[in-house]
């Protein structure tokens, strides 16, 4: 039996020695490369914590003490810690989630993995307990990407305001967000990372100055009160003492005698304090430590010794189909420029990025300002192109229609990862941009069906936006959006007939589900015509001149059904007067459990079957109040 083994809640950490704590994360740090390997997840992230982990739960009692992960990928070990050690189904259907998760664990509090909230979160529950009344910590920990966020500097600047209130900050400074962290914040935290002198300093003081006669207590004293510039000159901790946070610091995060110690002190301070721990992403695992480009980051199925993958190459992915042609683009135009926020290689950058260093830039986790600074880039003469996930674009969206579509900037948004994405969870899924975009007037969205239209539709993007400018018209913002599937769902046939029954409308990759529910209703003697819109904002004119020729419209989409394409087909219709009833096959207003997508979209009926089924139910009905019927002339 392990040590490991005998964990079954924070409470039996307590009693452990310091041998065997160190065994105990030797332990984890084996358990998490086979584990992990097995099903895919946060690798690097999560080995990198593990001493910071076992610290936390020994000096905090958590659930009374409140700790909070910022994005909630690092939370392996503490679900190890917390009785959950049944890793075989991570992230997937019925497993454990890859974020914390409030249904797994009563220690589990944020679930949103949307990056740089921990802040915004412990402030609000450090208030809660001094309002109620109410004792014990709360403690967030964030790393140092996720501390370029807006949001979290929005968060300090509350949490420094309120001198005795207590709460902790633990910076989980790895360097690192995917790529090495970078800006000006990320170059502060290096100046801290090599000065340890004003605590060793202090130590250092107490021990000796305070055995000193007569002028050594004084004078230690002295020095503990002494101000800012003072300090400096032994350490620059500037930015976060001067917010008015207390720092600790820098701790060597992986020396788990040393973080408890931090970490009691900050506990027996009475106001707002920060621990700046040092920890090694990948820590402990060579292959991790080899791979500079993301220290294994996130891994698919793969074997634990060699690292290679053990699920079958999806190529080329929809990323790496955008990569590449970006780079093409980037060749022929000058004027082309990127934006990522800090996930260069996982948005399909990096090429653009070793081509073009000097128009690239990797904005830090800060979304928000991507949107700004890209009507920046536009209307000072630039084309820029924005990739990012389409779940993190919801940050950005006041940026988007007020200071790009507002100002008509030509600025082409990039949305990876858009639809059911699965395994990630509910936070991760793209579903909503089709939905919160519909409202920003000028923008026009593309959902291209496969590579060669991902290909077409972003040279659409940059190319109209450019000629327009040029011509003096008005521009406008661009999103193509592609999913995280394999890029190669071929556009094969139309299933269209003479007098077609129904009309579906098929939005990006549910091309090939709407053909294959076509051949089905075909088979039952029910023609049709499959339709791909391309650019699915605006609702193209000639839609609705065509619905009017079918008896039913579905439309299908891997967004939610609310506001989304349907909705606006529905709008257009109506609009033009053709009285034909849309039938929305989409995601209903529900926040999804992690599950591989195909299996999410069977639960939501989003297959071939299911949508056969409801459209001839739909028929059916139709008939039976006295329509024509299947294959009959219909006229609207
Ligand atoms: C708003 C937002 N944008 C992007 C991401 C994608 N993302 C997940 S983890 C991560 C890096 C986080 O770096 P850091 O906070 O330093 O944690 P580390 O992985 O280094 O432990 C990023 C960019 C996210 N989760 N949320």
New binding site residues.
Partial sequence: MTILDTIRGPRDLKALTEAELGELAAEIREFLVHAVARTGG?L??NL??VELSIALHRVFDSPVDRLVW??G??TYVHKLLTGRQDFSKLRGKGGLSGYPSREESEHDIVEN????TALGWADGLAKARQVRGERGHVVAV????????GMAWEALNNIAAAKDRPLIIVV???????AP?IGGLADHLATLRTTDGYERFLAWGKDVLQRTPVVGQPLYESLHGAKKGFKDAFAPQGMFEDLGLKYVGPIDGHDMGAVESALRRAKRFHGPVLVHCL?E?GRGYEPALADDAD?F?TVGVMDPLTCEPLTPAIAPTWTSVFGDEIVRIGAEREDVVALT???LE?VGLKKFAEAYPDRMWDVG?A?QHAAVSAAGLATGGLHPVVA??A??LN?AFDQLLMDVALHRSGVTFVLDRAGVTGVDGA??NGMWDLSILQVVPGLRIAAPRDADQLRAQLREAVAVTTRRRCSGSPRSPWAPRSPRSAGSAAWTCCCGTRTPTYCSFAVGVMAPVCLQAAELLRARGLRCTVVDPRWVKPVDAELPGLAARHRVVAVVEDNSRAAGVGAAVELALGDAEVDVPVRRFGIPEQFLAHAKRGEVLADLGLTPVEIAGRISATLAVKESAGEPGPGKEHSA
Avoid: C, W
């Fill in positions: 946060h690097g992230p990198g914590v910022d994005t990928h690092q993995s949307h990056a740089s964030i790393g140092d990407g996720a501390l370029t966020g989980n400074d790895n360097e690192r967000s995917y962290t920890t992403k220290r980051h926020a800090a996930m996982p986790i979304e990012v996930y779940t993190f940050r936070s991760h």
